[in-house]
């Protein structure tokens, strides 16, 4: 039987010689759309910073022409000159100064009724009305001008009159460019105060000419600048005014410097380019006849098989191997096997905001970054997703374990760098440490995992090692979730307190806050800290929330309260039934939607989920309020604000605590209140427990106050009669002077 061809008498020399030659001239295109493409980026950086230039040049001519003109406006004299017609003093002094005011072409006094007083032009003065050229370009300037002036006069605002003046670039119906200034003729004394809508205003223009641009080219260093239509060999800037509406260009000629040093050096570098591309195409023969050598070979189709393709790393398969050796073998020493389960915290958003591509690119470092930070003998595998684990044998003790996962750990604290810029990754680590010999690699994987569940209730960038513990804590949350689930069918043991909202300028009571507690059978009472957490990893957030607010709304409604507040969890947002939900709620116990109040978390908004924003929108559309809690502790994002639309602040006690004693607390403090009511929002600041603190968020405006000294949560009945003697449950006076 004849024997198959050899790879070799399937690659000739000829056929390798006219592979060199495709890939030399690839090369050399590439080098020479490279070089060209550089030499394009460099003279366009050129022409960049020659613009940057100019637009500082402009930008320095309308400084000066604004500061001559204040030099002149701005006294006491000239008012009231102006005011007494001195005809001789207003032209010695605003317009007979050539050291400081002849940059302009044309200057006008304009009295208040839109009349020219005076004008200056080329050396003339005389009395006439505003040239119909500058009219249209300055128009809009006095109006604007006048209307700030008029608003001081009103006291809608506050700044002073010489501050008012405005300066633009403009385009004039003849076409040209030039720079337009309207200032306020002003004085400081008693007898050049101007009764409102009687001011004088003084206007400038300063053509945009051949003396302009000849002085703007020099400082620049620029060729043949003009005012042209742009063509596209020439250099061009638009000039855009202060509302950002084109005016017109200015062109010149680009110098294009590494062009130019491309044409002197092309010679060279092609002389370098041959010998190069010459010396790969022997390299590449080389490589070539080497590759076909081995192109038979395995080695990939056997590395797919027991790695993850993305990262490289070990796959499941090949990390379960790993492990049943690291258990079975014996070692010399006492020893124990390390198993660690890692998980990164909020990957998902990472997909969800940057895309699944940055997702798969995080993965990548992640892996490589863990790979680094491995000990000698340890195995890294990526299971599924974000999960990782390690196997690590030869473990000496406990701590030895700690200190090894602290190392992965700080791994990890760097920020990675995506095509969308660094992001700050964390990851949670649940490790089990064990004799090899003492169980099977089935349960080594679960106590990794129970150590990995505790590591991530217990926040961000945790690490936990098993014990016993843990399943016991895993056990109790898992008998409170059933607990929970029985309490809430047979609807005894969760009841509601109600804490008092005072409004702080009258001291009465505005409103109140639904406070859930739960006396538990075998463990009395609990706060919400306790199983609010274990309801939302449940599912049973929904039903507990929808309880607390029939119970809060059926109670409001009853008693007559003006309002009342219940928090909710952004996991309740996820039913795209809620809005209608709460409806329901108001309808069946008659309360207005004007009376309740939603609590919502930072969380919740930064979720910047279309489905968050609708809810709220629809449920503000009924009447209903939307305030957010705990104000400060998280992001704080005023664009977030805005865009949601909520209603009232709530100030954390943390800051209320610490306000009193705390400079940079309570200027703090004052910067939330004026934001929101620059906002439309009203505040209440939560904590109060001193009647200093009172006082001090009265002072700075505060809408509502919440706290211990005020009252502490009651129950409905007590909160029914507060409402009655309309007085705080508290025995401190609400008005208490500070000693």
Same mark, same amino acid.
Request: proline share 4%.
């Given at each position: 039987?004849?024997?198959?061809?050899?790879?070799?008498?399937?690659?000739?020399?000829?056929?390798?010689?006219?592979?060199?030659?495709? !890939?030399?001239?690839?090369?050399?295109?590439? &080098?020479? +759309?490279?070089?060209?493409?550089? @030499?394009?980026?460099?003279?366009?950086?050129?022409?960049?910073?020659?613009? $940057?230039?100019?637009?500082?040049?402009?930008?320095?001519?309308?400084?000066?022409?604004?500061?001559?003109?204040? $030099?002149?406006?701005? $006294?006491?004299?000239?008012?009231?000159?102006?005011?007494?017609?001195?005809?001789?003093?207003?032209?010695?002094?605003?317009?007979?100064?050539?050291?400081?005011?002849?940059?302009?072409?044309?200057?006008?006094?304009?009295?208040?009724?839109?009349? !020219?007083?005076?004008?200056?032009?080329?050396?003339?003065?005389?009395?006439?009305?505003?040239?119909?050229?500058?009219?249209?370009?300055?128009?809009?300037?006095?109006?604007?001008? #006048?209307?700030?002036?008029?608003?001081?006069?009103?006291?809608?605002?506050?700044?002073?009159?010489?501050? &008012?003046?405005?300066?633009?670039?403009?385009?004039?119906?003849?076409?040209?460019?030039?720079?337009?200034?309207?200032?306020?003729?002003?004085?400081?004394?008693?007898?050049?105060?101007?009764?409102?809508?009687?001011?004088?205003?003084?206007?400038?223009?300063?053509?945009?000419?051949?003396?302009?641009?000849?002085?703007?080219?020099?400082? =620049?260093?620029?060729?043949?600048?003009?005012?042209?239509?742009?063509?596209?060999?020439?250099?061009?800037?638009?000039?855009?005014?202060?509302?950002?509406?084109?005016?017109?260009?200015?062109?010149?000629?680009?110098?294009?410097?590494?062009?130019?040093?491309?044409?002197?050096?092309?010679?060279?570098?092609?002389?370098?380019?041959?010998?190069?591309?010459?010396? +790969?195409?022997?390299?590449?023969?080389?490589?070539? $006849?080497?590759?076909?050598?081995?192109? /038979?070979?395995?080695?990939?189709?056997?590395?797919? =098989?027991?790695?993850?393709?993305?990262?490289?790393?070990?796959?499941?398969?090949?990390?379960?191997?790993?492990?049943?050796?690291?258990?079975?073998?014996?070692?010399? %020493?006492?020893?124990?096997?390390?198993?660690?389960?890692?998980?990164?915290?909020?990957?998902?958003?990472?997909?969800?905001?940057?895309?699944?591509? =940055? *997702?798969?690119?995080?993965?990548?470092?992640?892996?490589?970054?863990?790979?680094?930070?491995?000990?000698?003998?340890?195995? &890294?595998?990526?299971?599924?997703?974000?999960?990782?684990?390690?196997?690590?044998?030869?473990?000496?003790?406990?701590?030895?374990?700690?200190?090894?996962?602290?190392?992965?750990?700080?791994?990890?604290?760097?920020?990675? @760098?995506?095509?969308?810029?660094?992001?700050?990754?964390?990851?949670?680590?649940?490790?089990?440490?064990?004799?090899?010999?003492?169980?099977?690699?089935?349960?080594?994987?679960?106590?990794?995992?129970?150590?990995?569940?505790?590591?991530?209730?217990?926040?961000?960038?945790?690490?936990?090692?098993?014990?016993?513990?843990?399943?016991?804590?895993? #056990?109790?949350?898992?008998?409170?979730?059933?607990?929970?689930?029985?309490?809430?069918?047979?609807?005894? *043991?969760?009841?509601?307190?109600?804490?008092? @909202?005072?409004? %702080?300028?009258?001291?009465?009571? /505005?409103?109140?806050?639904?406070?859930?507690?739960?006396?538990?059978?075998?463990?009395?009472?609990?706060?919400?800290?306790?199983?609010?957490?274990?309801?939302?990893?449940?599912?049973?957030?929904?039903?507990?929330?929808?309880?607390?607010?029939?119970?809060?709304?059926?109670?409001?409604?009853?008693?007559?309260?003006?309002?009342? /507040?219940?928090?909710?969890?952004?996991?309740?947002?996820?039913?795209?039934?809620?809005?209608?939900?709460?409806?329901?709620?108001?309808?069946?116990?008659?309360?207005?939607?004007?009376?309740?109040?939603?609590?919502?978390?930072?969380?919740?908004?930064?979720?910047?989920?279309?489905?968050?924003?609708?809810?709220?929108?629809?449920?503000?559309?009924?009447?209903?309020?939307?305030?957010?809690?705990?104000?400060?502790?998280?992001?704080?994002?005023?664009?977030?604000?805005?865009?949601?639309? !909520?209603?009232?602040?709530?100030?954390?006690?943390?800051?209320?605590?610490? +306000?009193?004693?705390?400079?940079?607390?309570?200027?703090?403090? #004052?910067? @939330?209140?004026? +934001?929101?009511?620059?906002?439309?929002?009203?505040?209440?600041?939560?904590?109060?427990?001193?009647?200093?603190?009172?006082?001090?968020?009265?002072?700075?405006?505060?809408?509502?106050?919440?706290?211990?000294?005020?009252?502490?949560?009651?129950?409905?009945?007590?909160?029914?009669?507060?409402?009655?003697?309309?007085?705080?449950?508290?025995?401190?006076?609400?008005?208490?002077?500070?000693?």
């Amino acid at each position: 039987m004849p024997s198959q061809p050899s790879s070799e008498a399937r690659f000739t020399p000829r056929h390798f010689g006219v592979l060199a030659v495709i !890939v030399a001239v690839v090369l050399l295109a590439g &080098l020479a +759309m490279l070089g060209w493409g550089a @030499v394009q980026r460099i003279d366009s950086m050129v022409v960049s910073e020659e613009s $940057r230039a100019i637009e500082a040049g402009l930008l320095q001519e309308r400084n000066r022409l604004v500061a001559d003109q204040k $030099r002149l406006t701005t $006294r006491d004299a000239a008012v009231v000159n102006l005011q007494a017609n001195n005809r001789l003093w207003i032209v010695e002094n605003l317009f007979a100064r050539p050291s400081e005011f002849n940059r302009d072409d044309r200057s006008y006094v304009v009295r208040a009724d839109g009349a !020219v007083m005076l004008l200056f032009d080329q050396g003339g003065l005389w009395g006439a009305p505003l040239d119909t050229e500058d009219a249209a370009a300055v128009e809009p300037l006095l109006v604007a001008v #006048r209307q700030r002036m008029a608003g001081i006069a009103t006291g809608l605002s506050t700044p002073p009159l010489a501050d &008012l003046g405005m300066a633009d670039l403009v385009r004039l119906p003849s076409g040209k460019l030039a720079l337009a200034s309207v200032q306020p003729i002003v004085g400081t004394g008693a007898a050049a105060r101007q009764r409102p809508g009687t001011e004088f205003v003084h206007v400038a223009i300063r053509v945009i000419e051949a003396r302009l641009l000849a002085n703007l080219s020099e400082r =620049a260093g620029l060729l043949d600048l003009k005012v042209a239509a742009p063509r596209s060999a020439d250099a061009s800037l638009a000039l855009q005014n202060a509302d950002g509406k084109p005016v017109g260009y200015l062109v010149w000629t680009p110098g294009r410097p590494a062009l130019k040093l491309l044409q002197d050096t092309a010679p060279t570098l092609v002389g370098i380019l041959a010998l190069g591309i010459l010396a +790969m195409v022997g390299l590449l023969v080389w490589l070539l $006849r080497s590759a076909a050598q081995l192109e /038979a070979s395995r080695d990939q189709t056997a590395f797919l =098989a027991f790695h993850d393709p993305l990262t490289g790393l070990a796959n499941r398969v090949l990390f379960r191997t790993s492990l049943e050796a690291a258990m079975g073998y014996e070692y010399l %020493a006492a020893t124990k096997v390390l198993l660690v389960s890692i998980d990164l915290d909020h990957f998902k958003e990472v997909n969800d905001t940057l895309g699944h591509a =940055a *997702g798969d690119q995080l993965l990548g470092q992640v892996g490589k970054r863990l790979s680094q930070a491995l000990s000698d003998g340890a195995t &890294l595998a990526r299971l599924a997703g974000d999960e990782f684990a390690i196997v690590q044998p030869g473990i000496v003790s406990d701590g030895h374990a700690r200190w090894l996962c602290q190392s992965i750990l700080q791994s990890l604290k760097q920020p990675f @760098v995506l095509s969308g810029g660094p992001l700050h990754v964390t990851a949670s680590f649940g490790a089990a440490l064990e004799p090899g010999d003492a169980l099977t690699p089935q349960e080594m994987l679960r106590r990794a995992d129970v150590a990995l569940y505790a590591a991530k209730a217990a926040g961000s960038n945790c690490l936990e090692i098993y014990t016993p513990d843990l399943d016991r804590v895993r #056990r109790e949350r898992r008998t409170l979730e059933v607990d929970l689930r029985q309490a809430l069918i047979s609807g005894t *043991g969760l009841f509601l307190l109600y804490q008092p @909202v005072f409004d %702080a300028a009258t001291g009465k009571i /505005a409103g109140a806050e639904a406070l859930v507690r739960w006396l538990h059978p075998t463990r009395g009472y609990l706060s919400p800290d306790s199983f609010i957490a274990i309801a939302e990893e449940t599912g049973i957030i929904d039903t507990l929330g929808l309880w607390v607010l029939d119970e809060a709304s059926r109670f409001a409604a009853a008693a007559g309260l003006s309002r009342i /507040a219940v928090n909710v969890s952004p996991m309740q947002f996820l039913d795209t039934q809620f809005t209608e939900h709460v409806l329901q709620t108001l309808r069946r116990h008659g309360l207005e939607p004007s009376r309740l109040e939603l609590e919502i978390t930072e969380g919740l908004l930064l979720q910047n989920s279309n489905q968050v924003r609708q809810a709220l929108v629809q449920l503000r559309q009924t009447g209903l309020s939307i305030a957010l809690d705990d104000f400060g502790t998280g992001y704080s994002s005023i664009s977030y604000l805005r865009t949601h639309n !909520v209603d009232k602040l709530k100030i954390d006690q943390s800051f209320t605590r610490l +306000m009193a004693d705390d400079p940079s607390t309570h200027a703090i403090v #004052r910067s @939330v209140i004026e +934001m929101a009511h620059a906002l439309g929002m009203s505040v209440t600041a939560e904590g109060v427990e001193e009647e200093q603190q009172r006082l001090l968020l009265q002072a700075l405006g505060c809408n509502y106050l919440q706290g211990y000294l005020l009252s502490r949560p009651v129950t409905g009945e007590r909160l029914s009669q507060l409402l009655a003697s309309d007085h705080p449950a508290t025995a401190v006076p609400l008005r208490k002077k500070i000693s």
